[in-house]
């Protein structure tokens, strides 16, 4: 059962632990002991400033991030890392191209890209040798926490990390939100031993290029009116329960997370956020008028309102236009080089349901799409205060296995980071000749997570506490990656 709190979970249900919010409001009106509730349920959420943030680390570049996730793995080989020289039988078909900048190449299906490639720092050595996070769901959640799953510790994403050391200056919209969080591999995004204020939004929808997309429980019930909504809030202002000091800054008290629960369900800037038809058309055809390109436009949207932390966790869902197309990620294990459907019977590797990577819906609407997004925020004067990763949870195979389709690789693999103080036209670190092992200057997942919390000013020397009080350090086995400070 939906109630006007489902929307804001993320924000209220560690205080709110019930489906029926007339019986909390019942309930605590009976008992103050729901102070416990407060204290023990951790509903503390800091809102530092850059300035405070920064005050004992390295000096904050970036205000927001903007998380390009593509999941599934994409092929460093067949985009940022170009390697002609392997025998051809394992060679991608797409040629090196130059880019912006002299002497840095990617392939042509990152064409548009290439003519902002002065505006990129590509990485050409992540990998990671641990056992583990070869697959997905742990190499997503890889990707997301910066820190290797599996430890004793079931650690946050880093946008959660971030929603609760420096929470948010949009007080209608949650601080971490992920567009659109509703397919498989959005189900690795982890809150930890954080309180659930840190827990991510995901706004789900398959098809933002739909026009009758929208998130869904953004808005009263069916018959909770406006007056009735604010009564129950009225009864909620008499309990006036304090949260619990924070051993670190100010924290906000239970009715100040009631108001903005209550401001993100009324605000009519909420529903404004969401509204891609605010758009004018010039842009959304600059980004594409598919779903990613859409994906990708709200995603600027939202960190234009002052959404502190922002994944865009996208892969074009099955349409009329794409028969067969019904699992369209990065996991090309059969037939990458398909110039339509990789097929959809599960009688090769397990690459059914996407199309061949050189495709419009995979690689054409990517690399439009990453394009109109830079040239945006920097039109905007956003880019200079926005970081933005472009990620994958590792790569594929030098070589094409029987099915002629790559599989997953951890050896080595590239991402790309814009803006907030990231020199463009840079390359970092390199791979062998076929693109297989880490040859100069090798990063992992812990170098990445650390980088972002330094470019945000956070003090990594400074531990975060779980509820038993254990200390945490951030990105602990991470080195912020110099090279773009």
């Given amino acids: 059962?939906?109630?006007?709190?489902?929307?804001?979970?993320?924000?209220?249900?560690?205080?709110?632990?019930?489906?029926?919010?007339?019986?909390?409001?019942?309930?605590?009106?009976?008992?103050?002991?729901?102070?416990?509730?407060?204290?023990?349920?951790?509903?503390?959420?800091?809102?530092?400033?850059?300035?405070?943030?920064?005050?004992?680390?390295?000096?904050?570049?970036?205000?927001?991030?903007?998380?390009?996730?593509?999941?599934?793995?994409?092929?460093?080989?067949?985009?940022?890392?170009?390697?002609?020289?392997?025998?051809?039988?394992?060679?991608?078909?797409?040629?090196?191209?130059?880019?912006?900048?002299?002497?840095?190449?990617?392939?042509s299906l990152l064409s548009k890209t290439a003519r902002i490639a002065d505006r990129l720092t590509v990485i050409r050595s992540m990998f990671h040798d641990r056992a583990g996070a070869n697959g997905h769901p742990l190499g997503t959640q890889y990707a997301l926490s910066g820190e290797l799953?599996?430890?004793?510790?079931?650690?946050?994403?880093?946008?959660?990390?971030?929603?609760?050391?420096?929470?948010?200056?949009?007080?209608?919209?949650?601080?971490?939100?992920?567009?659109?969080?509703?397919?498989?591999?959005?189900?690795?995004?982890?809150?930890?031993?954080?309180p659930a204020s840190a827990k991510v939004f995901k706004t789900g929808g398959r098809d933002l290029s739909d026009p009758n997309w929208k998130v869904n429980d953004l808005g009263l019930?069916?018959?909770?009116?406006r007056g009735r909504f604010r009564d129950r809030r009225d009864l909620l202002s008499n309990l006036n329960v304090g949260v619990a000091p924070g051993e670190n800054g100010p924290v906000r008290t239970l009715s100040d997370l009631s108001n903005q629960a209550a401001n993100l369900l009324t605000n009519p800037l909420t529903q404004s956020a969401?509204?891609?038809?605010?758009?004018?058309?010039?842009?959304?055809?600059?980004?594409?008028?598919?779903h990613r390109g859409q994906c990708y436009l709200m995603g600027r949207r939202l960190i234009e309102r002052g959404v502190r932390f922002v994944t865009v966790d996208v892969r074009e869902p099955l349409t009329d236009q794409t028969p067969g197309g019904f699992n369209m990620n990065w996991d090309h294990h059969d037939y990458i080089y398909n110039k339509g459907s990789c097929?959809?019977?599960?009688?090769?590797?397990?690459?059914?349901?996407?199309?061949?990577?050189?495709?419009?819906?995979?690689?054409?609407?990517?690399?439009?799409a990453f394009a109109a997004l830079i040239t945006d925020l920097e039109d905007r004067g956003m880019l200079e205060d926005t970081l933005v990763a472009f990620v994958s949870e590792f790569g594929r195979t030098p070589r094409l296995n029987r099915f002629q389709g790559r599989d997953h690789w951890t050896n080595a693999y590239s991402i790309a980071l814009a803006g907030a103080g990231v020199p463009g036209g840079q390359v970092i670190g390199s791979s062998?000749?076929?693109?297989?092992?880490?040859?100069?200057?090798?990063?992992?997942?812990?170098?990445?997570?650390?980088?972002?919390?330094?470019?945000?000013?956070l003090d990594r020397s400074k531990p975060v506490y779980t509820p038993s009080n254990r200390p945490v350090f951030l990105a602990h086995k991470g080195k912020a990656i110099d090279e773009v400070f």
């Fill in 274 to 290: 969401f509204n891609l038809t605010e758009e004018p058309d010039a842009t959304r055809d600059q980004y594409g008028r598919g």
């Fill in 149 to 194: 799953p599996g430890g004793p510790l079931e650690m946050p994403d880093i946008g959660s990390i971030v929603s609760q050391k420096m929470g948010t200056e949009c007080n209608y919209l949650p601080p971490y939100i992920m567009v659109p969080g509703n397919h498989e591999q959005a189900k690795q995004t982890r809150v930890g031993f954080l």
């Fill in 343 to 368: 097929g959809t019977i599960r009688n090769a590797a397990g690459g059914e349901g996407r199309y061949g990577i050189g495709h419009w819906v995979m690689m054409g609407s990517t690399d439009q």
């Fill in 432 to 457: 062998d000749a076929e693109g297989g092992y880490v040859t100069n200057r090798p990063l992992r997942p812990d170098d990445y997570a650390a980088t972002i919390y330094e470019k945000l000013g």
């Fill in 1 to 107: 059962m939906h109630t006007e709190v489902d929307c804001v979970c993320w924000l209220m249900d560690t205080a709110f632990g019930r489906n029926d919010f007339d019986m909390y409001l019942a309930g605590a009106m009976q008992r103050r002991s729901f102070l416990g509730v407060g204290i023990a349920g951790g509903l503390t959420v800091r809102v530092s400033s850059l300035a405070e943030a920064a005050s004992a680390g390295r000096t904050a570049q970036a205000k927001n991030v903007l998380v390009i996730l593509e999941q599934g793995g994409l092929s460093h080989l067949d985009t940022w890392d170009p390697k002609p020289g392997v025998v051809a039988e394992h060679r991608s078909p797409f040629k090196p191209i130059s880019t912006a900048v002299p002497g840095l190449q990617f392939t």
């Fill in 221 to 225: 019930l069916t018959g909770v009116d």
